[in-house]
């Protein structure tokens, strides 16, 4: 090595891979972004009230703030996840559960509802939205209560379903989701979006709370079906009635309530992979984007991932090393769980700690098997992976040599979704705190 390469080799490949995970938290910073989204000349004649809800509610909140006309009007309520809360002046931040929801956030609904409903003609509606809103933003419609939508929640969570389907279920159970909110107000809305899910669609983000929602009461009730899922008699109640048409749906696309509604998307998981692979190329390492909507459990993914790797080390094809491969997107871990803990709660007691991204990361490791040169980075752009303090971790070639000479086998954590604890004993944990952002997980395997 020379020049820059003088360091460590592992030293020089964990500095490049943070690198680029920093450069990917920049580009999607609410706070650099949301200004030029603002409708500073275009203010309302009567009351602007601002609704937001997900991890990047209090900087997007914060930002508009710090643009808005200082002789204008402005109000809201905003509610993100404890911890992620920021000190405003107009607008109240409420700090609620997720990825559960709780009271405080029923109690922010039911109060930012009360509030939309007052807006007129010539009032505005400002909705900040992000990720983790759909379980901040909970209002479970009349007959269902917050713990019954805590349970059916944790078992969707924990069943393998995707984001998609989650959200579906959700819509179907909230007062405000999948298109109620917007429907409740009778002001013109916009609404910011910052996505974390595969594809940008505002009607999976925060369960599009101001968007059409193509699902119906039958899709939800199919998707409790297929998964095994026993929720509470209240909730499948509301399900087959819907189902059945006893129930007003979901406003639909094509809906009038949606002409005066605009949803535009700001920050997308694309554009901070785009600002990654920048950085590489600033660092003299070439980058290749393989995508920004890889789903599918996260194990498996990493199987497909480390046999690219294998082609690319052993054959240079079809990248000769040195080269960044980068993603992003939202793959899903099934949880392996103990037995329920007699109130149906499945996976109310979980055999390990972790996340989809150290999930991920310990099942390339044990694909590659100490294979050299190989260096990866997987971390939720939001600095949580799963439950967990950690954003995601980094796996080296001599990973699961340094584990097992420690007494740690690398297969029986992976076997009892334990991966937080294989990487926090190897010191390897990546930890940043709340970034106030998410566009989803960010993957970067390093081929020196």
Known sequence: MTGRRDMNAHEYAR????????????????LHIMPRHLPDSLLPAGRTLVAGAGKAAAAMALAVENHWP???????IVLTRYGHGLPLEKITVVEA????????????ARTLLAEVKKLGPDDLLLCLLSGGGSSLLSLPVAGISLSQLRVVTRELLGCGATIQEINTVRKHLSAVQGGRLAASCRAPILALIV?????DDPTHIASGPCAPDPTTYLDALAIIEGYGIHPAGAI???????ARGQLKETPKPGDAVFNRVENRVIATAHVS?????EYFHTQDIPAVILGDSVTGEARDVAKVYAALVKEVRQYGHPWKPPVALI??????VTLRAKEPNGQGERGADWNGHGGRNTEFLLSLGIELDGAEGVYALACDTDGIDGTENNAGAIITPDSLRRAKEGGAHASAFLATNNTYTFFQQLD?????????????????????
Do not use: C, W
């Open 70 to 76: 200082k002789n204008a009007a402005l109000d809201g």
């Open 97 to 108: 559960g997720h990825p559960l929801p709780d009271e405080q956030g029923e109690s922010a």
């Open 236 to 242: 499948m109640d509301t399900l087959v009635a819907g």
């Open 273 to 277: 992979l785009l600002a990654a692979a």
């Open 15 to 30: 500095q490049l891979l943070v690198g680029s995970f920093s450069a990917a938290l920049a580009a999607a910073d609410p």
């Open 428 to 448: 390897d944990l990546i930890v940043t705190g709340p970034t106030r952002t998410n566009v989803n997980d960010y993957r970067a395997i390093l081929v020196l």
């Open 195 to 199: 996505s974390d899910v595969t594809g």
């Open 327 to 332: 993603s992003g997107g939202e793959t899903t």
